[in-house]
């Protein structure tokens, strides 16, 4: 029926005590609905609708919020929120039920990197081995570096990351002086970071999220100046209320995290149109004061090239939608111009070429921190 709405899924992190995230993800996907509800909905005059659902950041809880989700009649694709881990434990259901999965944040290689065919999963997001790559050559001309330390969550995510990272240290001619995995819930991690600066890292690679890294943000500024090393995080501590967690450390601490977008930098007119509409629909006061930027801008991204891909398979059949997914046109978003967004063997719609870094201020903002020319 033409009344019927079309829906699509989020299920994320809401639950999650100090999350942004999830959030962010919500909104970006609420503004890009709103745009094409405006324009006349889609297959003749049907609106789309947003259902979430609360994984609470917990593996098992997200899988059985997918199988729910998948059972909705007319919903197209279920996105997900930052946790790797449960993109990854929902891989199998995603192919099995035929339901793409849609991640504009998580950023485990294994996420698209998958031995399922044909792919249900498609990713606007960061690649750990990208952001490993990246790591290693920030080290290397901001700081001059040639030892560094690492620092992992005990997961999935972590894990990733770790073969990422010792294939990019590799390449860099760096030497990984160590490692050490930490679990979510830890209360402290200083003796870590003193046991890897003792062994000799100039700078930490920190994989974390926006608990365990304002932690340790706030043990390191409790040290003397002298025993302080460069910090370079993953983006998770963006996914959280993390410069009010670090409770004004931030200005002692020399923080930079990766990221692939940025509403500072010298915007694309669609990112200046997302921004204005977060500060009407959210009443986000400034560009700068938009939190979890990325989730934002991807998740806005993806939803457009989800239903131009709906669009072109003429209903909401998601075999036929994924196939669609796989050639898309070109098409300019927020983040970036997509010259084909996905293809049969590429699930990723971003590049090593959309990586950057920015300096997390305790004023809870992040500033593009300009290349280093070679």
Not at 261 to 290: C, D
Not at 324 to 338: D, I, K, S
Request: hydrophobic share 45%; net charge neutral.
């Amino acid at each position: 029926m033409a009344s019927d709405p079309v829906y699509i899924g989020l299920d994320a992190e809401f639950g999650h005590a100090t999350s942004t995230s999830a959030q962010a993800v919500q909104q970006g996907i609420q503004i890009a609905l709103d745009e094409i509800n405006a324009a006349g909905g889609v297959l003749g005059g049907r609106q789309l609708e947003l259902i979430t659902r609360d994984n609470r950041s917990i593996t098992a809880v997200g899988r059985d919020n997918f199988q729910e989700l998948a059972q909705v009649k007319d919903l197209i694709a279920v996105f997900g929120g930052k946790f790797s881990p449960i993109y990854v434990e929902c891989l199998p259901l995603a192919h099995e039920l035929q339901v793409p999965l849609m991640d504009p944040w998580g950023a485990a290689d294994q996420i698209t990197d998958h031995h399922f065919r044909p792919n249900y999963v498609f990713r606007l997001s960061l690649k750990d081995a990208w952001a490993a790559s990246a790591f290693m050559r920030f080290a290397q001309q901001q700081y001059q570096a040639k030892r560094i330390g690492l620092m992992l969550p005990n997961t999935a995510w972590g894990r990733s990351n770790k073969a990422a990272l010792d294939k990019a240290a590799g390449r860099a001619d760096l030497k990984i002086v160590g490692e050490h995995w930490y679990n979510w819930g830890d209360q402290s991690l200083i003796q870590r970071y003193q046991e890897l600066r003792a062994a000799g890292a100039q700078v930490l690679v920190l994989v974390a999220n926006e608990v365990e890294g304002a932690i340790l943000v706030k043990e390191i500024a409790a040290l003397p100046a002298a025993e302080r090393i460069p910090l370079i995080s993953h983006w998770g501590i963006t996914g959280g209320e993390f410069a009010r967690m670090t409770e004004g450390a931030l200005d002692q601490v020399e923080l930079s995290v990766v990221q692939t977008f940025s509403f500072l930098h010298p915007p694309s007119p669609r990112a200046k149109k997302l921004a204005a509409a977060m500060k009407t629909r959210y009443g986000v006061a400034s560009a700068a004061q938009i939190k979890s930027p990325v989730g934002v801008a991807q998740a806005y991204d993806l939803t457009h090239l989800l239903v131009q891909a709906m669009q072109k398979a003429g209903s909401t059949d998601r075999p036929k939608i994924r196939e669609a997914l796989e050639h898309l046109p070109a098409w300019t978003g927020a983040v970036r111009h997509y010259a084909k967004p996905f293809t049969a063997t590429r699930h990723d719609a971003l590049s090593q070429d959309n990586v950057f870094f920015v300096r997390y201020t305790a004023q809870d903002t992040l500033v593009p921190i300009p290349a280093v020319k070679r």
